[in-house]
């Protein structure tokens, strides 16, 4: 955010290579004694009891790993007991946490005992606080005729959950990549003979969503997904298990916005996983062959809405064309970009003793993921220590002023030209985000005007616009961590909103500059920029690491981009710092660089503590021409984390 001139340089991105590791084969511990138990095999609880969870995925939340499944009968298939919990700090030792959500003994109820729940899969909203469960959902009787989606919510991970209701997806609404043509064509589908030509033609054109969108969507096989902006999808088997939809799900995780899109038309792709690496999504489905293991499929997208490209199957090794014996059923996140993928190796004579494949999700060397079998035998912990340990956090979830123990606000005409004069009373705190907030003002004179000054702050003779910034100077400093700042920005004209860092002790640049986050716009063109400045020889005058990118490359990707909350983040450590937007690495600068000149006494300003500021600026040397019609202008940041290595 300092004056600075901008200078081209030409960057040379680095893959971060995950750490390779042997197939996971996972130990379970009795009240007495631990074992090893492998992939493919029945696993069993802390309790000595076999762990029944099928269909299932994990929740981590506050250090603990929640897995959520399907309690299978020893004879038959349909649910006589509802979704079981188990939980472990270390996703080897299991404790048994009993029924999250269980079926009901009221004839007629949605999940009346007799009724079939699948692939339960839990997600935590942290606006409201709740922990909501989607699952797919038959009902008695009905063999999977109904086809639809449960949800269920509860206060606590564990549950138990209440059921709130169940239904067919997006009722009255077509999807976004279907064509108004399309959605105009009436079909009679008794004229069609299934896989033909003609019947995968009307397939992709609607056939089946022009049949039930009346009533809503067909879903069965799903999972869930909350992407870095916050916001849920639905991902499920749909048109009779022949296309895939991803359906947006509202700020509460307990409904469908109505934005949904259809994928693979046709391709009879079921159960879905999804997961999210350096700005990629990636989706690993199973074909249709009922309980019989199938070749793996895998697709990728640079945007959830697509479009979306299939990849060669992921499965390597004996056995890959099976996937290994198993059917996908979720992908964990894990720290540092690991992934652990999760699978059922169905026994549908005895469907409780189905067995487990977890398997590490490797990356090729053009990042494309891969599982690989290995008959290694030793047991590998995936989960380790954790490498990075929250700090500090504020999470402004008490309205009003910020923590004056924390914060500060700064006040005036401060730098760079900027026209707004910063008060306290622009930022504050509401319903659990901080508002740094731009206001137009009129007739407000400058307390500091000068008529003979040549200085910009004190020869304006009027306060015309308002904003604030805000620090943690002399509160809170770092020295190297994991900055993360969830964060709405405004982007109208003269909007220059940022997240920045500054050393103390050393006048600029020589205390040092990190910006993890400016956007303003360069010749009229917008940017997302991410920087480091230093000092050099001469007072005022910085050296620069500057990496600007088009806005045009966010909004390619999803149009109304500026409307969510992105998470942007730096990691920080002796060596490097790492600029991040939602996962994307942005900018890398090497420590080994950023020495100061004599003013700074050959020092490196990054090897000394930096504190934050939060600020949102109107025009300026960068800010551009405002936007009247724009202000007043809201930039919104849902929290602030800082973490360090242990």
Known sequence: ????????????????????????????????????????????????????????????????????????PEKGFTTEVGVTCYSSDDLRNWKYEGVALSVSDEAGSDIEKGCIMERPKVIYNRRTGKFVMWFHLELKGQGYGPARAGVAVSDTPAGPYRFVRSGRVNPGIYPLNMTREEQGMTWNMDSYEWWTPEWRDAVGKGMFVKRDVEGGQMSRDMTLFVDTDGKAYHIYSSEENLTLHIAELTDDYMRHSGRYVRLFPGGHNEAPTLFKKDGIYWMITSGCTGWEPNEARMFSASSIWGPW??????????????TFGGQGTFVLPLSENRFLFMADVW??????YS???????????????????????????????????????????????????????????????????????NAYCKDGKLIIEARKETGRKNPLYDAESDDWSKSRKSIDYTSSCVTTAGK??????????????????????????????????????????????????????????????????????????????????KADWADDFHLWRMDWDETAIRIYLDDELLNEILLSETVNGNIGQGTNPFRKPHYLLLNLALGGINGGEIDDKEIPMRYEIDYVRIYQKK
């Open 309 to 322: 490209k299939q990849h060669p199957n992921p499965c390597r090794g004996e056995n890959s064309e099976k």
């Open 476 to 557: 809170k400093e770092f020295l190297y961590g994991r900055f993360e700042v969830r964060a709405k920005i405004p982007v109208g004209g003269g909007a220059w909103p940022a997240i920045w860092t500054l050393g103390s002790g050393m006048e600029w640049p020589s205390c040092g500059e990190i910006d993890i986050m400016e956007y303003y716009r360069i010749k009229g063109v917008p940017h997302i920029l991410a920087n480091a400045a230093w000092g050099t020889d001469r007072q005022w005058e910085a050296k620069w690491n500057s990496r600007t990118i088009p806005f045009s490359h966010f909004t390619d990707k």
């Open 1 to 72: 955010m300092m004056k600075k001139k901008y200078t081209k340089m030409i960057m040379n991105f680095f893959f971060l290579l995950c750490l390779l590791f042997q197939t996971t084969l996972w130990g379970q511990s009795a009240t007495t004694s631990q074992k090893a138990i492998t992939s493919s095999e029945v696993w069993k609880d802390t309790e000595g009891n076999v762990i029944n969870a099928h269909g299932g995925g994990i929740l981590a939340y506050n250090g603990r790993y929640y897995w959520f499944g399907e309690h299978r």
């Open 355 to 425: 067995g487990y494949i977890w398997l590490p999700v490797l990356f090729d060397g053009q990042g494309v993921p891969f599982m690989e079998w290995s008959e290694d035998m030793s047991v590998v912990d995936m989960v380790g220590e954790p490498e990075w340990k929250l700090v500090w956090s504020d999470e402004f979830d008490k309205d009003g002023r910020l923590d004056a123990a924390v914060w500060n606000y700064e006040t005036g005409f401060v730098r760079n030209e900027e026209a707004q004069w910063y008060q306290d009373g």
């Open 347 to 352: 026994k549908p004579k005895s469907l409780m």
